[in-house]
Each structure stands twice: as C-alpha cells, then as structure tokens.
C-alpha cells in the first residue's frame, strides 16, 4: 500500500487518493485546432520502467490535486508536491 | 470412559497446575492444564499418534512445539465454529476443547484409507498429471473418489458466528518476536523514549527463553525471561501483543498482523471480536523471529515417536512431558548436546547419542561418557522402524559402502538436530532474496539492517540466547540512531566443523515434506523429469506447498537439489516467499466488510418518507432509492404503469436528491462553465437553469446535468447520480492543475440539499397550494426559470426543468428540513391529487420522451450519436471540442439514438439485445447495435425501447429484429423517433 | 422554528450497550442545530483579510492543519491550503459570511450536510483506530489538530478536542453506515449513548 505525503495534511494511506494519470503532459492551450496535437496530450503516454511522474487527488482529505514522482518498480514516492505549484 | 492420569507429565515447567483443563480429542475426556497447548496435553496424556498423512494415509505423530508443525492438525470446535487445519502445536488449550483427528476413517488407529500406501508407486510426484487421464470423459467420474479421498478436515458451511475487525497500529518500532533478541530490542527502544510495539505469535513472551537452557549476562534463561518481562509490563512505552502473528511485511515498512483475541475461549464475548487483524505501521521494524530446527531425512522418519531435539525440549522444559520413555539423540550440532544435557538436568537419561560428525569433537565424547550414554560418532539412521509408533532404530557407520553393517536400537522417541534454518520470511517478502552461507550450512537474511529494519538474534544466524539478547540491543542502537555501525548477520570466528545430513540407502519411503507426503525420491523423480529450478520442483512435487509451506522441508529440498544436481548450494537459489507467513482466516480479512457494510449504501434525506409511504426500495449506485409505491396487490411492473400515468395525467413526486450537486461561486465561474459544457453560458442570466452536456477529452459524452445560475456569480450545477464524484473530480483537476488561472471555487452540496420534482399538468397548482403568497405563475418561473424563497423558515430553491417531459418543477430545501418540504408538498398536492412516483416510473417516463440516461451515455457515444449535437456550440473552444471532430467520430453510419417499437406491441424487448437488419438471414456476428432502456409506455399502452442503431435516424420507419439467446430469440421491430410522445415538448409549456 | 432533523432518526437510540465493564470506555453524543461553514480564498496568504476575518472573529492566530481557533460559539479550522472551515453556534457564522467579500473568497453554508457526534471517554482513540488509518498518537494528533479523512471510504472530518474527546463529523447520507460501525466498533469497550 503506497503512503503519500500530502504537503498540506501529512502522510496519509492510499486510500484516501485517487491516481490522476500521467503528469508528464500539459494541456493544449484551449485555442489549438490541430487533432495531432490533442491526440498526444489525451492518448499518448511513455511508459518508464523507473521514474513516474503522476496526479494523485487528496479525495479523503484536503481535496489537493498532487503531483508526484514515483518509482514504478519499487512504488517508492521520491518527490510530491501540490500540481498547482509546479506551474504546469 | 475418561482417564485423569497425564501418565506423561512430569515435575516443573510452566504450566499453571492450579488450573487444571478438561478437553476432548476424538471424542475421549482428557485433562491438561493452563499454559498446555493441545498438543503437550495429548502427549501427557500419552497420545502421541494424532492424524494419518495426506497422500498416504501414514500415521502422524507430533513432530515439533510450534507452528513449524506438519503432521498434528487437527478439527477444532464444532457447528459454526467447527476449524479444519488447526495445529495442536499452536492451539492453547482451554476448557471445554473439543477437536478431532483428521484425514482417517474410520479412526486413527484403523484407517482403511491406508491402503493409499500400498499403491504409493503410482502417487509419487506429479501423479495427477500422468494418471486418470484415460477415457478423457471419465475424469469426472474420478474426480469425485479423490476429493473424497483427498484434503485435509472438513470445514463448515455455517455462517460465522464470530466477528472481526481491523484495527490501524502506530509506532516508533514494531518488533515481531518476544525470544532475547526481540525483549533486548524492545526495551532498549523504550528506554530510549521511542513508541514500542512487541509482537509474539504465543500466549507467553520469552520465544526460546520459554524452555531453552542457557544464560545471559550471568543469569539463567528463565530468571532473565522473567526479569525482562517485569521491565516491559513496568515500561509504559512498550505496548504488548501476544498471540499476534505479523503474517505479512508490505510495501512502505507496513506489518500486517493478527490477533487471536478469542481463539482461546470456549464460548467468546459477542461483544468483543473473535480476531483482529493489524495494520502495524512503524517507522522501524526488528524481526526477531528465530529459526527452525533442521530435520534429517531417513528411512520412515514420519513414524510417530520423532521429534524435533527443541520440541522434545520445549515438552519437558514448558510442557512438563516426557514425550516418552526411551529417547535417542541423532545430531550434528552442538545444540544437539546442549538438549541432551538440559534434558539430563530434568533427570532424563538419553538412551543413545548418534552423531552424523567425524570428528565429533572432544567435549561432546567426554559429556556422553560423564554422563553414561553410549555415543555413535559418525553414523547415521538408515531407518525408523514400528508401526503405529516408533519401535527402534536401524544405524549405520557412515560410509560403510554398499554392504553395511546394520546396528539395531530400540528406541520410543528420537529427537534429531541437522541444523538451524533461520525465519527470514518477512524479510524475504520485501524482496530481500535469502543468502547461502557456507560456513553456518544455513541460508540467513539477504542483509542485516537498513534504514527500515533489521532482522536480529537467532533470526540473523546467532546460536545463543545470549549472543541474541546482545545482538538485539545493537539492532535497535542502530535503527533508533543511537548507534552508527550497522549490525551484522552472525559469522563465527572460527568455521565451525561441518554439520554433514546423510541420505542413507534406503528402500523405505524418507519424507522431506511431510505435509504433503514428499519423499527424496519425488524430489529425485522431479529432477529427472526436467524440474530443476527450485521454484518448479515445489509445483511438481508439491513439497513446501502445505498449510506449514514447508517450514521443515525446504532446506533439506534445496540441499538434495544442489546434490542431485551437483551444483553448489548457493547457486540453487530460494523460492519466493509470500505472505501469510501462517494461515488466515478469511473473516480477519473481512473484518466489519461484510454483508450489508460491504458496499455502504446513501440514504436521501426523504428516506423515512418514503418508508412511511410504503416505498419499495432498489439500489441505484451507492444510493437507496424508492423503486414503486405498491398499491394493494400490486408488483412493480403494476406500479410503475399506474404511476406513470398518474404524472402524465394528473400530478407525480418523486425524489431527485441523489442528483450530484455542486455549488460554483467565482468571478471566472461563467467562463469555467463555457469551457466545459458543449453549449454556452456566458449569457445564462440570473435566475434561470439551463441544460448542459459534458464531453470528455476524447469528445465522447461524459455526463449531463442542469446548472442553475443563482447569482452574479454562483452556480448550483446537477449532474447525474453515479457520475457525481467522477464530474467533480474532473472539474477539480481542471481547475488545479490546467486552469490555475481562474477564480472559481467549486463545493459538493450533495448532501446540503434535497429535492423532490413535481411533474405533471397539475404540477403548477400544487406548488400553488403548497405554497400560498407565492408566484408560481409561469411569468414569475419561466420554463427554465429558478425561484428562492423563505416559507415560514423553510429554505425553498425551485426550478421550472423536466426530465418526464411534462410540466416538472424541481423543488429544494436543505436537507434537515426534507421532511417538513415533504410534509407541506404532499398537503398542498391533497386537492389536486398528487402521487408520489418511484424510480422505475421515473425511467418509463424519460424513455417515452426519449431522454438519454445511463444506458445511453455508457461513454461510447458522442452527443451527436445521442441526437444532441445541435446543443454543441460552433463558436467556442470546450472540453473535447477538437477530438470530437475525428473521422472515426463523425461517420453517419455510427451507432445513433433510436426508438424501437416491437411489431406486436404486447411483446416486451430487453436491454442489451442485438439488433440486426430485417432481411430474414440468420443473425450472425456482432450486429448493428443494441437496446439501451426498455419500458412498457403507459401513454401508448405498448412496449417500446431506446436503441443505439447503426443509422438510427437512416431508418426511422424501417423493419429490424431484436435477437436474444445467442439467436433463439427474435423479435420483430420497427424503428421510430425516439421521442415516442409530445416530440414537439408541448407539454413542457402546459 | 424549524428543528433540523437529525440524520440518525430512530437509530440513535440512548443508553449503556455493548460490553458490561466497570468503566464505560467510550461515550457518544450527537451534536444538532450546529452551523459548519466552509470559506475558500482566491488568495490564501493574504496577510490584509487574514487580520481583518481574526480580528471580526476574536481569533488568536490564523488557523493552521493542527492549529484551530477557538472563538466565541465555535472554532475555525484549516481544512485545505485555501478554505477554512467554521463549526460552532450560528451567530458567527452570519458574520463571516458577511465579512468575506467575492473578490476575496466564497462562503458555503454546509451545515444540513453533515451528522457531527461528540466521542469521549478513556478508549475513545483505541476505537477510532478500528476506522482511521491516521497516526493519533499524541504528538502526531495533538489537542487541537484537526483531519479530513476517511473511515471505509466514507469521508470524515476529526477534531481532536482533549486528550479524550473527539468531534467527527460526515456526510449526512453516509451516515447510518458510520453510526453502525461506530456501534459495532464501540461494543467491546463497553459505551453510552448520551
């Protein structure tokens, strides 16, 4: 079971989160036309064996959308911090 | 006939005499004491043979003293309590005990199952693959012989009686084991200020200390034992679980446990749970969790009568039993003699000392001559002998070739000592691969400490009690900080003399599993069939696959690979470790999740009307909803014509509060709403609602719902119930992580707010009523329109919208006064005749008028397929505007919303059948689409259906069949709009 | 007056149940007719209506995740980065949603949406550790820390108001599923319903 580090309500179990997909991709300005372009950003996704970087929603707490980086063989959480902040 | 002799029990020990135990195995009264375990109370009782083997109905006696134990399983209790499986071994006695001996009938003593044995030749490894095969149909004839003569106990099927709970652990440092090492960690962690928690699987701390000869810093084991203990208890930093096994060591240092609170008592407390399992979360864990003794493998060495040197020990140390009369000693270690002199303590005189060494060291010929046992330096046990019980032994000089020279003992007890295999389990399910140390014979842990834990005394290779409680105390110097030097697995100065395990040639059957009936020569067979890594040879022989997963039998396996594979022992490599390190019951996983608190289930705040109005309920999610209002004698599909057609004609309520709400309040909310709905809401004034649809990313139709302009710049939006959380959680990434930008602040009010719709023509007069000195009028709410209102304290939030298709109202207060909105509604509605109307109404009532819903928006539809893609502005940027213009998204031969009305119209479709084109050829394949909702129309008196058809809006008026049954079958139907009546919304404006 | 109907209806039943022990170990009382207010800030931080909201409320300090603020009626609680959260009588509850411009936030009356209990008693931490999965140890959830949470999946929030005396508060539909496991859990300590 993974353990989170909310910045905001402290270590907290799994269960209170909910995972919210790949934080590697940013989304298209909402002016942007191409189909290519919003294609990259709704299916494509690396997929690493080793660092990740993913959404995770505080749902049973602060209601914080995180953004976290995790190992995705041995699940250990080496960064975390509000998606907000990291000015994507 | 019950027998008060314990003709077995001896002076000492443990065991509380002062409360003597009454139990019954195999329907016979026997006693026991507290402090017993089922097992040490047969053995004083002089019963030794307990159950007849697995494969080959073999009879079993008891082979160790704790949880390692193979043979001694037993059925406990009775009814709904009745346990199969349980070890004696570990089983505390207590009064009243009831068990049974498994796996024989008609009894222990007379199994006619043993004849198994005489067919051995065809039950060897890997029989099942190789026999029964043939006819092939007839494997189910056989199938039903061999469950009956396979398995072990009987369970029950009784529901439990017994409940369980989980319950969330912290602390500084959990230690799994009370021996030395564990109650030295423990204590030095308090000492220093840190939260302890001590784990043991026993009723009793003290691990070894409970019986084991030997000294710590001057004292005796069992003085230092007690001493320690009183510290603990004295130690408020030190909480104390016992018989508590942590049966699984997780990701992120988490240890899951449980308690046996009650497995103790003949009849538990309802009030209390009958287990609990514990999620321990500590910031250090110390696994001081021992190590197993290491049997030999001989002729026969399951005969009942052989024991392991440390049972034997912990029998006549804990127990007070003799486990018999005449012992023998066969050993390769020193701890071998260490038991033989703390059994000469006791004053039992081994009857023989056979040592597999050469040399056997000096002190150890002095110690057997000091003490008058005859010694067999380098020889072996060929072969147990004796029926039901053990008889004698034959021995051999090792290495006396293919002729040797067979020396006779007669013997009632062998005790044996290979070696020592350290309880690296936990360890190991992190991932942590056990390591080969040539030195020691042994595999100990992959390492010693880290950040995390560290494993500590015997557990980590040290021989002595003493050396562990010493080891104990620098593992946790180290984990607490208070030390730098990391601890080290045990590595003795000098490499002790080799401790050999001879195979003797042998034509009786030597067990290496014996649990599952094992032998050598399956392991052998194994590997000549091609099995040779470890992890294969245990799935093909099944050794090490039991309830005991092999706790006396792996080592000696690997040892036999290596040998028969001539490979090095460090290059065979370990099976994979998996938790539970000891089974589990199921209700401990369970704990409270069961039944009714599987799923928790939300209750509207009308409920209690409803129940006084007589609802029928039906889950809708995670809610609670009324389904029908029964008339007399009326079924559900009675209901909700009646009912259906009271709103079309007359007036409905019905009860919406399980609609998602969420309050929007912001200066950006009308640009937020603009950005996720199809439609635009920039010139949304205030005080009215408007119908809004949602894509998704990929442009596919996620949810739909009603959002109502309150003020300036307060929303209230609705969405539907089982998409609530999934839209909430979509419009909070938005606004978090893409649109940071943007001031809006978004709250669910789910549960703030309850409402009810009135629907129907008169629907307006009885908002009238209900709510005299208020303009109801059709100026002061428009279609589309929101009203607020104080009446007389009661918090009133309207809006003039229609899910039904008639004239509909949705009217709202807070949720605490749900009652009293209901109350005031259904007397307003007295005069004009108002019924309340339920969910299976509700879904009849949108079908006729074609609205979508669930079965619609199943998330492979675009709001075009829904027959809503004129709502989709031209003129702005949304969520899923750019993708929902792909080629694949856009073709006219896509599934489209369609009306389906059977041919005969008394003929009802179902949902999920597949349509398939009118043209008379057999429907084969995947068709062109399916029925999404069906109802009987109360309005058109006929059944009819939504469908999502290729072509839906193509064929209006054309002839397809609906196929059910895999084709057998097949309705004819047409197709239509799927606006079955007032498609022009007349009556929206009534 | 309109009395706010309690959530747990019939099923609140007063008296001693579970386990009959010397002590009773857990005591259980539902709070009604309280006002819970949430606020949320377009600007957290700001320093300006941070002293005006303390100084309107009679407040100490700004509220922080293990830091409320008692006023007169009631406390406020940091609930997130950006909302605060009021739990008391209503009378202040009038004022804050007055004294918080739209520019400087929104105010969300949230007060019919949840059942708010009132736990006590010596084994009141040992029986909320049978559903939460958070660190209540006294120095991890010190007198005055509050927590939004979840017990089985039903969100919660938890007020630690002495050493042995809890608020918990959830959603109204929720909450029969909570009161059942309160009472299930709260039967081996042996507790009154007051």
Redesign the interface.
Known sequence: MLRIDC???????E??FTYGGDASRTRPPLDETRAEVWNDYVYQRPNPKGLHSEYWFH??????WLKITRDMVSHEITAVA?AKDTGE | MSTDRQKLRIGGGLVDRGKPVTFRFDGRVLKGFAGDTLASALLANGRHLVGRSFKYHRPRGIFAAGVEEPNALVELGAEDRLTPNVQATAQELYEGLQAKSQNRWPSLRFDLMAVNNLFSRFLTAGFYYKTFMWPAGAWEFYEKFIRRAAGMGKGTHLPDPD?Y??????ADIAVVGSGPAGLSAALTAAEAGK?VLLIEQDFELGGTLLYEAGEIAGQANADWRRQTIARINGEPKIRVLTRTTAFGYYENNILGCVERVQDHVLTP?P???RQRLR?V?AEKVILATGAFERPFVFGNNDLPGILLSSAAEAYVNRYAVLPGEKMVLYTNQESGYRVAASLLERGIRLAAIIDARSPVPTRHHHFAREAGIPLYPAHEVAEAKGGLHLKGLVIRKIGDGLEPRDIRLDCDTLIQSAGWAPVLHLQSQRGIKPVYHAALDSYLPGKCADGQHACAGAAAGYPTSEDAAVHGHKVARYLIGAAKTAPRLYAPKDAPPPSPAPVPLTRAKCFVDLQHDVTRSDIEQGVREGFRSPEHIKRYTTQGMAADQGKTGNINTLKILSQVQDKEQSGVGTTTFRPPYTPLTIGAVAG??IA??LR??????FH?CHVRAGAEFITAGD?LRPWYYPGPGEDVTAAYIREAGEVRSGVGMVDVSTLGKI?I???DAAEFLNRVYVNGWKTLPVGKARYGLMLRDDGMVMDDGTTWRLG???YFMTTTTTGAGAVMRHLEYLLQIDWPEL?V?L?S?????GGVAIAGPRSRAVLGSSFPGVDVSTEAIPHMGVLEFDH???PVRICRLSFSGELAFEVYT???????LWDLLTEGGKPHDLRLYGSEALGALRIEKGHVAGPELDGRTTADDLGLGGMQSTKKAYVGSVLKNREGLIRNDRRQLAGLKPVEGDTPLKAGMLLFEGDGITPKGHGIGHVTSVTYSPELKRHIALALLAEGRERVGTLIRAVDNGGATVIDVKVCSPHFIDPEGERLHA | ???????L?GHRILGKF??KLKETGVTIEEVKDFSYI?I?F?DPESPSLRSKLSELLGIADWPG?AKMQRLKGGVLLR???D?IAYLGDSGPAEILEAAVA??E??V???????CYLRLGGAEVTNLL??G??????DH?FPVGAS????I????VLLIRRDKAQYDLLF???????LW??LN??A??F?YEVL
């Open positions: 910045p905001f309500c402290g270590l907290r179990d269960t209170e749902q049973h707490g602060c209601r914080s509000y | 409940t709970e989980h319950v969330h652990d912290h939260d407390d009030h209390v749970p999620h979360r409270r999740s009714g608190e928790p289930t939300r209750l509207s705040p209690d809610w309050d309040q912001g200066p300036e710049h307060h001031k602040h709250t009010v789910s549960d703030e707010w007389e304290g009661l807070r949720a605490g006064f749900a009652g009293n | 007056m309109l009395e706010r109907k309690s959530p209806g579970g386990r949430e949320a377009w995740p609930i997130a980065p909302r739209p520019s936030g929104s969300v009356a949230l007060s019919h949406s949840r550790s049978r939460l999965r958070l660190d209540l140890r991890a927590a939004l949470t979840e089985h999946g039903l969100g959603m109204r539909s929720t909450a029969l599923n059942h496991w299930e859990s039967a081996q042996g």
